[in-house]
Nanobody
Framework: QVQLVESGGGLVQAGGSLRLSCAAS????????MGWYRQAPGNQRVLVAT???????NYADSVKGRSTISADIAKRTVYLQLNSLKPEDTAAYYC??????????????WGQGTQVTVSS
């Protein structure tokens, strides 16, 4: 059973910063990608940022230039630094992991989410 545990969410004023962390545990064969998604009330879950095992990163346009994703793959941990936060960044942030079980088979896992609330 793979478990992802997020931390670092909270209430912050607009313009502030937060650093989210996510640690994975359990039987993981080979991490392909780790990342962060977010979901605001009434909206779909959307990508925030991802990072591959090779260190390649991808960001949503809405956070590009204001956020940095990093990971320690060996420690199965991923981080998201969020700067210049805006009220529209308010959402539940979910950690995501893609596991390459074997050739042709991937599994993905989700954390329970951590709430980020940005006040104006």
């Amino acid at each position: 059973q793979v478990q992802l545990v997020e931390s670092g969410g909270g209430l912050v004023q607009a313009g502030g910063s937060l650093r989210l962390s996510c640690a994975a545990s359990g039987i993981i064969f080979s991490i392909n990608t780790m990342g962060w998604y977010r979901q605001a009330p009434g909206n779909q879950r959307v990508l925030v940022a991802t990072i591959t095992r090779a260190g390649n990163t991808n960001y949503a346009d809405s956070v590009k230039g204001r956020s940095t994703i990093s990971a320690d793959i060996a420690k199965r941990t991923v981080y998201l630094q969020l700067n210049s936060l805006k009220p529209e960044d308010t959402a539940a942030y979910y950690c995501h992991l893609v596991d390459d079980v074997r050739v042709g088979k991937r599994l993905d896992y989700w954390g329970q989410g951590t709430q980020v609330t940005v006040s104006s």
